[in-house]
């Protein structure tokens, strides 16, 4: 009798745990459900650089008109319904003159579960930087990214994904190549408003510092007889977080630098190219910025100067081609040895180096440098003549 009662009360105590367990696991389940639900309806949102493609979920009983606000700009032409039951429901745009959204109004005779797609304009999005760097140049101190995105379409897009293409729809009809930004979370975008997403940022982080002299543009025009200065650039490179995966678009970026005595100054904005995840980011600091920085020993500026030359230039074959000859000093005032990439880009005509007192390499099709070698205390001269072929 004791074991029969027993098992009784193991019965019992089993099936209330089955119940309880159910009581939980039933809310949980429903609960997975609904956010199933929720992700299968979120809509997305594709920002080229003169348009957008919007996705969004819509639902509607049968025969009522139903109103949906999208943007003001909207294409009529473009509008794609997509459901299982394959229904295309009937649909007016209204828009008032000065009103920036627009009310798209359908109906149907049978009730519409699905999706509707179109593309429209008035939304911009753009990549910008914050650098500051200390005043020797060879330490990112902070740099930080963010996406800009800026809704002026008129309607609002709630929880949607993200989609960033940095190209025109145009271009991308004549060339499939472009670079694609995702943003991995559901945003929202409301209208009038700017949003701001953190991209990236790192932290001490060290630079390699790259100075450049720049001897293309103007200077391979009809120069002859008369020294040019030209102007050191210096160019950072440093790498991004190596768990950080993201690209970086081209973009502005403004840039700090912190001295020693721990004082901020603002240098002002440049441009950062196109960078993939995991190659070097490359900074310019543009010349008109580091003047700035001419009354500190240890800037560059103060240590390393270039002139440059024109010693012969002619016209051949009809003035279709020229040729010209240069001779380049690079002095080098500091204390250290320095190596210049004396850069020659040759811009939209084909060129040729004919003549070189140093070997040159191909940075790229359009463009050559020499990487000169310069021990402190001292100068170095380079000669070489080029041919250039005007398109």
């Known amino acids: ?38 992700a299968t309806s979120a809509g997305n949102l594709v920002i080229y650089k003169d348009r957008c493609i919007a996705t969004l979920p819509i639902k509607h009983s049968a025969d009522k008109s139903n109103s949906f606000v999208v ?55 753009h990549m910008h930087y914050v650098v500051e760097i200390n005043e020797l140049f060879d330490e990112i101190q902070n740099f930080t990214s963010f996406v800009s995105i800026d809704n002026q379409s008129g309607a609002n897009f709630e929880n949607i994904q993200l989609r960033l293409i940095d190209a025109k729809t145009d271009a991308l009809a004549k060339n499939q190549t472009f670079n694609e930004y995702v943003i991995n979370t559901q945003k929202s975008i409301h209208k009038d408003r700017v949003v701001r997403i953190p991209w990236a940022d790192i932290h001490k982080q060290k630079a390699e510092q790259d100075y450049r002299l720049d001897v293309g543009g ?88 270039g002139t440059i030359e024109q010693t012969e230039f002619k016209t051949l ?14 002095r080098n005032f500091g204390d250290k040895e320095v190596t210049i990439k004396v850069m020659l880009p040759f811009g939209k005509n084909r060129g040729k180096v004919v003549r070189e007192s140093v ?25 070489y003549r080029v041919q250039l072929m005007k398109e």
Not at 264 to 292: C, M
Not at 367 to 376: D, F, G, L, R, T
Request: proline share 4%; hydrophobic share 40%; with cysteine.
């Open 317 to 330: 074959l009809t003035e279709k081609v020229i040729e010209a000859a240069y001779r380049l000093t690079i």
């Open 71 to 125: 943007a003001g700009s909207i294409d009529s032409q473009s509008i794609l319904f997509r459901n299982e039951e394959h229904i295309v429901p009937e649909y007016t745009i209204t828009k008032e003159k000065e009103a920036a959204a627009a009310n798209l109004v359908f109906t149907s005779q049978h009730p519409f579960g699905g999706e509707i797609s179109y593309s429209f304009s008035g939304i911009a999005w």
């Open 1 to 38: 009798m004791k074991t029969f009662s027993v098992f009784i009360c193991l019965l019992i105590a089993t099936q209330l745990g089955f119940a309880e367990d159910k009581h939980i696991k039933e809310p949980e389940k429903k609960k997975e459900q609904t956010t199933q639900k929720e």
């Open 359 to 383: 070997a040159h390499k191909q940075d790229n099709a359009q463009s050559v440098y020499w990487p000169v070698k310069v021990a402190q205390k001292s100068e170095v001269v380079l000669r």
């Open 218 to 305: 103007e200077i391979l025009t009809d120069i002859q007889g008369t020294e040019r200065h030209i102007p050191l650039q210096i160019w950072l490179g440093f790498q991004l977080n190596k768990d950080l995966d993201q690209d970086l678009a081209n973009g502005e970026i403004a840039i700090y630098i912190r001295d020693n005595a721990n004082t901020l100054r603002f240098l002002g904005t440049s441009t950062l190219l196109a960078t993939k995840a995991g190659e070097n980011v490359q900074l310019g600091i543009p010349p008109h910025l580091l003047t700035q920085l001419k009354s500190s020993q240890d800037s560059p500026l103060s240590q390393i100067q």
